[in-house]
């Protein structure tokens, strides 16, 4: 059966520190894959979009990696701040649409 | 000011009754969708609309209706055969299907 996981569903980093975040999944051929970073109560917003053929993507601080051999997005912020402290979500291609996974809660501690 | 809004913020309703969320978009988007989020749980696709008067299911229709009358307004009606409508409510809009999604606010509707 078709499946999209994310690592662990809460994870806590010290400010300063590099976090990472992954996104697997089972059964699709994503074409492509986004991240989007959703604040409680709040619609996601769009972070990052990488395609099949793109091996790493760059937005300042923020690093997405896409490896269709693994099945698996990485999701990188470096220097981490208490600002991006929010619940992470990745969306793969799938058809006509995006099929998001279950979303990472990050906490970035002072 | 471009961007989608939805209304209300929340909504409460008793079971047994229909109810319509607003979803209204000046982005000159072509696609827009509906997503449910319950606790813990990604977003899950309720209906998507490519274009004015075309509108298809997406994985969890059951229960709910939408119209596309005007490229601005998507409305998502939540029926009574929907069996457990309580939940956060998303719209989103994107240039075409498969374009970065542009989320609204969100309604979070409870239904007792």
């Known amino acids: 059966s078709q499946k999209i996981e994310q690592n662990s569903e809460a994870l806590n980093i010290q400010e300063g520190k590099t976090a990472t975040l992954t996104c697997n999944y089972t059964?699709?051929?994503?074409?492509?894959l986004q991240w989007y970073r959703q604040d409680p109560g709040r619609g996601p917003v769009f972070l990052l979009l990488?395609?099949?053929?793109?091996k790493e993507k760059r937005k300042e601080r923020l690093k997405v990696t896409f490896d269709t051999t693994l099945k698996q997005s990485l999701f990188h912020i470096t220097a981490s701040q208490p600002a991006d402290s929010a619940t992470y979500l990745c969306?793969?291609?799938?058809?006509?649409?995006?099929?998001f996974g279950p979303g990472t809660r990050l906490s970035v501690l002072p | 000011d471009g961007g989608i809004t939805q209304s209300p913020k929340y909504l409460f309703r008793k079971e047994g009754q229909n109810v319509t969320l607003s979803c209204e978009q000046n982005?000159?988007?072509?696609?827009m969708y509906w997503y449910r989020q319950d606790p813990g749980q990604g977003l899950r696709l309720i209906y998507y609309?490519?274009?004015?008067?075309?509108?298809q299911k997406g994985d969890i229709a059951e229960g709910y209706s939408v119209s596309r009358e005007k490229k601005e307004s998507f409305p998502l009606t939540v029926t009574s055969a929907q069996k457990n409508p309580t939940a956060f409510y998303l719209c989103?809009?994107?240039?075409?299907?498969?374009?970065?999604?542009?989320f609204g606010p969100g309604t979070r509707l409870t239904v007792t």
């Open positions: 989103a809009s994107s240039m075409m299907t498969g374009d970065e999604q542009y």
């Open positions: 059964n699709y051929s994503p074409a492509y």
């Open positions: 990488i395609r099949e053929n793109e």
């Open positions: 969306a793969l291609a799938a058809g006509q649409n995006f099929v």
């Open positions: 982005l000159n988007h072509d696609a």
């Open positions: 609309s490519q274009i004015v008067n075309d509108f």
